[in-house]
């Protein structure tokens, strides 16, 4: 079905050696996430229970204050709730009445975890249960943790689904269970190509509110949308659901592969499927094709940040015609990654975990074309004279799908054009 | 347990890096977990700054609370100070790591380390980030500061501004050129640009510019007393406040006050004819408060504006912004509960807010013009061109930006003079407000141009007049208050009801709204 691909390499990179890094993590923690959760999450409040600082990360993270009541804020621990703990307990179901009064319209309610509220270990998991029970039927409580020392970044989203997973109903019904919360235009692209290959009905995590929710059961078969959702692909497997590994799908190879893995599980004939995705497929070769001009022979390094990494060198290398010298990912789970892995031709440096200092000294020794990073990097490394590209916009960016493979490719060759644009030398 | 939606400052933490950041020479290591990293965008990304931010992070996680964090700290400590080579460190912990109690002050000094370690106690859960900046600072002054022979000249130290401050670049331009025009020169700027090597030799200037209390009062006093270095009290922010920052200088130093007023032009531009519609504006003042205590100053005796109602977020400045407030007869507001400020700017209903970009939120919601004086900031408070808020410059700077976000005189009387007119009505809104006219005038049309969801916002004033009538418009009354220009619209239902609820009138009528007018114009 990749047909028009050139055939996996021989060596992918499965097999490669991992340089495993210790040191500083230039990353986001798992709070992060609560940036678009809550926007596809449309009934559910996301209440931090941190410090000063984790308040401080959303709003600098979320860049603007659009709201002026978002549906997430933080229940800032003070001295006097650090002094004993029941009385932590105490406050925090203050707080939580307070802001349940006060928003009549929340289903669901996180309660999520940070540094501070896991080092003094902070029951929340008992406070759901007991909040859960004062608040049933109108809202549940959940809980999970976002905290820097336990997620990075895009694991903030996982921990969140995976804290859902338990508590869905159980069905026996053949489903396929689609999982990550993507854009919406992005979502009714994806239910629109699964629909017309007669796949139905198709179940997605996150729904926009919590009373579409749908059960799971040892007869539903479930997709990654997103290759940082492990802890919930394992905890899907607990309650008996049954993973299909594929390459994720971003680009026009890895949208293929992926609805190919799901067409082949329920028996999609092969003309369905080349009648579906042919038309779509074709659109996004072209527009990979004219995006990625300016990608065509270059070089790309990733510093660790979003887990979608592997995947995007996947893409970068096989359809937009670039090198990969150093590919870094926060974590590699081998099962999730595997597919993608053995697509990624030998050569890059595959790299886990992060020693920031020691990793901007490779970078600056490989000189790529293009790097790609956090933002906390990339002014500085673009006045180092390196081209950068910031990984969170990979991230906050409809990317999946047949549709949006151009705009993906775009993403990349935008830095390229405008610094070969630029006339202007800096004055420094 | 406090619930907190928005902050208008950073933990402690941050005040420090803003401190190490402005900095040369100086690194920081923070005992940190991972994650607490996104910091350094803020200096990266709001103020585009082209070099990391001078601080190592030592990343713990999870699996290292249950063994040992504490050769976390050293390993990291050592890192840095064998690849950066700093003149000086300074080491701290961020909130998570003051809870595991590792000591980074104790095992830094175990480590004999060759330049000066300067540990810091920044108390996260019960402080905040100009407090952080200030004791950061006043920590760095008091390791390496000492007292030494005073320069032949007169010089003096700028003290105060930080990366990531509200125009601190700037500023320090313009008090340098307020300064060498009385012959003064400047000894020593600090944090910003100075490295540890320039802070040993502040001891030599005759005095300190105090340019920002809330981030280098405690090192102004420290050398006050160490190094008897007197500090300036004013801050030069507006006409006024230049020239008595002028005087006091003079007193301090004996010098003659000479202050170059050529490119002054905030006076006159306030003088002409076409800033007579600024006359009696309601402005609504929230920010830090050195930059609100000088801003109340500008809005009332330089820009003829009514100021309605004020406050500042950092309550190290209450006692300072509670005196102001006094002398202005207006409530003062000290919280950094940003719901709250914004409940009092909704219930003030000013023309126009001088706030943060925290109020710009406000003010784009209430659909009220703001114009910013203060941090927090935002990338647009680093712009390209010289912007500073100090000095001469700096009241030409305020006046432009002051006046920018209103509808210019002209403008306002033709919306009057057209009120009606079918191209030029409320909704067309005002040319240079762009796409947020509309919103603010679907909203004027219900009830005026504070409030955004249809509710009374007379209500709480009623009850403070003790009365229990409902006072209620006639129709046509309701007609002839649209005619009024949507700008204006909200004060004139406000003045009017008022007016009614005095005379124990319910019912008001075209007379009623006209009676008003009369009896509150101006």
Known sequence: MTDRFPPPPANGCANTPVLKERGQHEVFCGLTGIIWLHRKMQDAFFLVVGSRTCAHLLQSAAGVMIFAEPRFATAVLEETDLAGLADAQTELDRVVRDLLARRPDIKQLFLVGSCPSEVIKLDLATAAERMSAEFAPHVRVLNYSGSGIETTFTQGEDACLAAMVPVLPKTDARELLVVGALPDVVEEQARGLLGDMGICPIRWLPETDRLSEVGIGANTVFALTQPFLTETHDALIRRGARPLHAPFPFGEEGTTAWLSAIAREFGVPQETFQAVTERPRARARKAVAQASEALNGRSVFFFPDSQLEIPLARFLTRECGMTALEVGAPFIHRAVMTPDLELLAEGPVIAEGQDVDRQLDRCRAAAPDLTVCGLGLANPLEAEGLTTKWAIELVFSPVHFYEQAGDLAGLFSRPLRRRSLLRVEAAE | ?522
């Open chain 2, 1 to 522: 347990m406090k619930l907190t939606v928005w902050t208008y400052e950073g933990p402690p933490h941050v005040g420090a890096m803003r401190v190490a950041t402005a900095m040369k020479g100086l690194h920081y290591v923070l005992h940190a977990p991972q994650g607490d990293t996104y910091a350094d965008l803020l200096f990266t990304m709001i103020e585009r700054r082209n070099h990391r931010p001078p601080v190592t992070y030592t990343t713990f996680q999870a699996r290292d609370l249950g063994s040992d964090t504490a050769y976390l700290f050293k390993d990291a400590c050592q890192a840095a100070y064998d690849r950066f080579k700093p003149q000086a460190m300074i080491v701290g912990a961020s909130c998570t790591a003051e809870l595991i109690q590792d000591d980074p002050a104790g095992l830094s000094e175990t480590m004999g380390l060759p330049v000066p370690v300067i540990p810091l106690e920044l108390p996260s859960y019960q402080r905040k980030e100009n407090y952080g900046a200030d004791e950061t600072f006043y920590r760095i002054v008091r390791a390496l500061a000492k007292p030494m022979a005073r320069t032949t000249h007169v010089t003096a130290n700028l003290i105060g501004p930080t990366a990531l401050g509200f125009r601190h670049r700037d500023d320090i331009t313009e008090v340098t050129a307020l300064l060498a025009d009385m012959g003064i020169g400047v000894n020593v700027v600090a944090p910003y640009g100075a490295s540890p090597e320039n802070i040993a030799r502040m001891g030599a200037a005759h005095f300190n510019v105090l340019m920002y209390p809330e981030t280098a009062e405690a090192a102004a006093r420290w050398m006050e007393k160490e190094l008897d270095q007197p500090f300036t009290k004013t801050v030069p922010i507006g006409v006024g406040a230049t020239r008595d920052f002028v005087a006091e200088v003079a007193q301090i130093t004996g010098l003659a006050p000479a202050l170059d007023e050529d490119r002054l032009r905030l006076p006159w531009y306030s003088a002409s004819v076409d800033s007579t519609y600024l006359t009696g504006k309601r402005v609504f003042l929230f920010g830090d408060g050195t930059h609100v205590a000088a801003a109340a100053r500008i809005a009332r005796d330089e820009m003829g504006f009514e100021v309605v109602g004020l406050g500042c977020y950092n309550r190290e400045q209450a006692r300072l912004i509670r005196t102001v407030a006094k002398d202005f007869g207006v409530p003062a507001l000290i919280t950094d509960d940003y719901l709250e400020v914004e409940r009092a700017i909704e219930d003030a209903a000013p023309e126009m807010i001088l706030g943060t970009q925290m109020e710009r939120h406000i003010g784009k919601r209430l659909g009220i013009p703001c114009a910013v004086i203060s941090a927090p900031v935002h990338v647009q408070d680093f712009p390209a061109r010289y912007s500073p808020q100090m000095g001469i410059e700096g009241a030409n700077v305020i006046f432009d930006t002051w006046v920018h976000p209103l509808v210019m005189g002209l403008e306002e009387h033709l919306l009057t003079m057209f009120r009606e007119d079918f191209e030029f009505h409320d909704e067309a809104g005002a040319s240079h407000h762009g796409g947020k006219a509309k919103v603010r005038v679907a909203v004027a049309d219900v009830e005026g141009p504070a409030p955004q969801t249809p509710r009374d916002i007379s209500g709480p004033k009623k009850q403070g007049a003790e009365t229990t009538i409902e006072v209620v418009w006639l129709p046509a009354a309701e007609r002839e208050l649209k005619k009024i220009p949507f700008f204006v619209r909200g004060k004139a239902r406000r003045n009017t009801e008022s007016f009614a609820t005095e005379r124990g009138v319910s019912e008001i009528s075209v007379d009623t709204l006209y009676e008003a007018k009369a009896h509150y114009a101006r």
